[in-house]
């Protein structure tokens, strides 16, 4: 059974950092889109990063580029999200998603595999 499990997330004064990560079992993302996305309360979902494990490439959304930093480690089974400089506006739930196959704009994801989420609270 494919299972995406986010864990990291919690409450920190802006300025602070936190990694989030997206435990993945069921399969080895050896070749998928992995993407991170966040909601904020009456907001629309949005796309934070996605890296593509095939071969490592990366994509940042302008509003966290230069402070987030998406990788996975060497068994691929964990993709990261190092969220360094948070801002209030960050504060959302955070969410990780795996697409099989290369990455492709975030709709892509509407076909794949989700996790259930983690708070992430930034404090002024």
């Known amino acids: 059974q494919v299972q995406l499990v986010e864990s990291g997330g919690g409450s920190v004064q802006a300025g602070g950092s936190l990694r989030l990560s997206c435990t993945v079992s069921?399969?080895?993302?050896?070749?998928?889109?992995v993407g991170w996305f966040r909601q904020a309360p009456g907001k629309g979902r949005e796309g934070v990063a996605h890296i593509y494990t095939g071969g490592h490439s990366t994509y940042y959304a302008a509003s966290v580029k230069n402070r987030f930093t998406i990788f996975q480690d060497g068994a691929k089974y964990t993709v990261y999200l190092q969220m360094n400089s948070l801002k209030p506006e960050d504060t959302a739930m955070y969410y990780c998603?795996?697409?099989?196959?290369?990455?492709?704009?975030?709709?892509?994801?509407?076909?794949?595999?989700w996790g259930q989420g983690t708070q992430v609270t930034v404090a002024s």
């Open positions: 998603a795996a697409y099989v196959g290369v990455c492709a704009g975030w709709s892509i994801f509407d076909d794949g595999y």
């Open positions: 069921g399969f080895t993302i050896r070749s998928h889109c």
